[in-house]
């Protein structure tokens, strides 16, 4: 799992360098990070994709998910 994420995280990067406006990508990129606990980078960018695309509804949702997980006190950790 831990190779398949970091081959994940590579592309993703991969990804934003070639098009670093596209909202979708910043929310998965979010969505990798909440499932390392990196709340901090993932908030980062899901509020990245909300900025690009205002009317978003699954980063909407994400940023609510994000939030609460902040909200409750869960330690906050930084990137890989």
Known sequence: LQGNLQAAFEQLFKAIELQPSSAETHNNLALAYL?????DEALYHVASALHLRNDYGKARANLRHILSRIGTGEPIESSP
């Open 35 to 39: 499932q390392l606990g990196a709340l």
